[in-house]
């Protein structure tokens, strides 16, 4: 390993939009960073949806976390499930043995949270995850062939339906490509279809989509979705789906094959430490400085920690932007730690939030000023394509979406691996 | 199903080079034609190695095969297992139920040939799928992460140590992919492993590689592959392989824990049709019109015919132009044929062979003209793209050569899905 006995061992656990931006930001520092994830490559989350609905291939929204730290000298990257914290001698379990460390930063990010309810975590599609995202493109377009051959209309519309549980930004923009798909793509591939019959609904608990933004958004949001057919369902709640219907709280029932779960998430914990500083959401209540409470040398950064203020009760929101500046303010912090300076508490800068809905149809909110429709939209392109990792991913993205726009078509309609639920446990647990 | 009464019923077994043909030359046709494959998609093979070491995605050269046929009134498109032929009522037994033909045409390929070895096939890596070339990616990423955490010398050369088995052009593509990794990509990203201790050995059972081809072809195509840093191993065969070492023939033993079989291949037939027309390397014997010997109503095209003649005493080479062109004489014949009219026999017109060992080294072999080198490496890729369906795929695919060629590197290097040996061949089944 690249290493200098001298140098303090950092380890950061987590190579997500927090974890990639700490590192980065230590690369002149007196430090030696080991930086572990379950995977070899960096996931760009926001563009999963894409993935899961045919729009762009997977290579295109991850990187390969070695080919970022490259220039790097003084970080190793290795890929290892971490599975406990032994804080007491400042150690690491992992699925490729134990690794001490001066300070520790977790940035895990955070998992699906199905609110314990098991049924449902079973039969339900999770897409957090590059995996996640080709089971759920699989399953769609699996549905939409067995629909060909189903004689029942009632499980042929069950086969049919598609529910997205959650209004936030990644159930809209699910929502959104699934009528999409349906509007302009499945006629042409399915003739023998009446895709007429296909249906999407959007499931949300409270009485607005996209509650974090602005009300103009949400209410425009829902507007552009209803207009691309999608049913918005506003204060309802899922009380049980066992594979084939869903049932609402209030007794309501929609049959269907395929319920996408983007109703929650919950901090990705790993055993060890003090479960006293785990807060809502699962997340790991912190200090303004990121120092998880109870200790001095283990951070949390991004959606696992919460910082808790006036302005944000629970937290700062699970966004990238989030992660993204207290990985830049951990790294000045970390420096000063080790030069025995006075740590700075972490200040979010709020840039603004933006989904998109479909062809010029998105919504952006910035502090003072807040836009929908074509405009917003190109927007939205243009800030996710300068986030996106690497040239070639950039580039080819940009690609897939001109042409996706042009031949108002979706490429990457391949069911590549089959979706299968019993498999898929054994799989998820081999990933 | 988009069906006219009148007509006679063709089904269709495949969707690779030849089924796709004789289904597009028919679109005129009186015919309602039902093509069944078990992908939804169309595989561009000849790419496949690219997608194993990382240079392309699975979805530039793949394509679903309802795009292709999404104009064509008279064809109907099924994702379905063929399980049998009952030739005695002209029907087929699938995974999702029995359909009945007038004529059937089986275009299902070839599959790899592991020579009954069944140690051999459980532990070495075929590449004729997509899954496949994944699982060979994973591998091989995985081998890589492995060798930087093993501590045994010997163990971490049998990671670092990768045998290409079969010298065809598939063999020497691979082998030149993976000394382009070692030399360009690998020793940026694993400063810390001894990339030099990384072999890539390809062994071959004749005196020379790239036997189809001409002598001066396959000298130079060796002398790239030994520039390149491969060991080139001629009239050598594999006698065993356990998972950790190769056994040749002649008692040399090679530790590795990556073989590549691309050693032979054999006609994918299907239970039903009369055993004695199976000829060698499990082809099907047909008449020159590719009626298989026996039936009047059953046809084989692409690799799995064997239309044996004085030129070709074992029938055509199982290359993507002859199924492309017994694809299109099929179409004639069968119309032909609905005519009443005499047959007419395949002719097959040999346009030449190519194939690529690595950046700027090429081979290509036309009917008077012989050339390797730079401009043989950019007529293969002028070719390939041309070849390659779907406009997407083809700009995608030359973003990515020329951001590969300018960068040196290889965009695309994720473990997706890890791949594991005891859960394969689960999939394999599900796939």
Redesign the interface.
């Known amino acids: ?2 290493s200098d006995k001298k140098f303090p061992k950092v380890i950061i656990i987590g190579g997500g939009f927090g974890g990639i931006q700490l590192a980065k930001k230590l690369r002149h520092a007196e430090v030696n960073i080991l930086m572990l994830d379950r ?3 960096h996931t760009f989350q926001p563009l999963l949806y894409q993935v899961a609905t045919g729009g762009l ?4 929204i ?1 990187f ?1 976390i ?2 970022v730290f ?1 220039e790097q000298k003084n970080l ?1 990257f ?2 290892a499930n971490v599975t406990a914290i032994h804080t007491e001698n400042n150690t690491i379990s992992t699925s ?2 134990d690794f001490d460390y001066d300070y520790l930063v977790l940035a895990t990010g955070s998992e699906t949270n199905f609110f314990g309810q098991k049924e449902i975590e079973h039969y339900a599609m999770p897409m957090k995850t ?2 996640e995202a ?1 089971n759920l493109r699989s399953l769609i ?1 699996q549905n939409l ?1 067995e629909a ?2 189903e004689e029942d209309p009632i499980r042929r519309d069950a086969l049919l339906n598609f529910v997205v549980v959650g209004g936030g930004p990644t159930g809209v923009e699910t929502a959104g490509a699934l009528a999409e798909l349906k509007n302009h793509v499945l006629p ?5 279809l009446d895709i007429q019959r296909m249906r999407i609904f959007l499931i949300e608990n409270s009485e607005r989509v996209l509650t974090p933004f602005s009300e103009q958004a949400s209410y425009k949001a829902q507007e552009f979705l209803e207009n691309m057919g999608v049913t918005v369902m506003l204060q309802k709640l899922v009380a049980a789906y066992d594979g084939d219907r869903v049932v609402l709280k209030d007794g309501e029932i929609l049959p269907t094959k395929a319920v996408i779960w983007s109703a929650g998430v919950k901090g990705a914990t790993i055993p060890g430490l003090d479960k006293a500083q785990i807060v809502r959401g699962g997340r790991i209540k912190t200090q303004p400085d990121n120092l998880i409470v109870g200790y001095n040398n283990i951070f949390a950064i991004g959606d696992l920690a919460a910082i808790e203020s006036p302005e944000y009760p629970y937290g700062h929101p699970g966004v990238a932007q989030v992660a993204i500046q207290q990985g830049q303010q951990l790294a000045k912090n970390l420096v000063r730690i080790i030069n025995n300076q006075p740590t700075q508490a972490f200040d979010y800068y709020d840039k603004g939030a933006m989904a998109t809905i479909g062809r010029n149809k998105a919504v952006v909110d910035l502090k003072y000023w807040k836009f929908q429709g074509f405009f917003a939209w190109l927007t939205w392109m243009f800030i996710h394509l300068l986030f996106l990792v ?4 950039k ?2 993205t940009l ?2 979406w001109i ?1 996706n726009y042009f ?1 108002y ?1 979706r ?8 979706f ?1 639920r019993d ?1 898929m446990k ?2 998820a647990e ?2």
């Open positions: 390993m690249k995977h070899n490559y291939e997977p290579d295109s991850a390969p070695r080919k490259r190793a290795r890929v490729i043995g590059v995996p080709l377009l062939e060909l051959i042409a591939d399915y003739p023998e690497g040239f070639r991913n580039m080819v690609m897939n042409v031949s078509d490429g990457t309609r391949l069911i590549i691996r089959k299968d498999l054994e799989e081999a990933i």
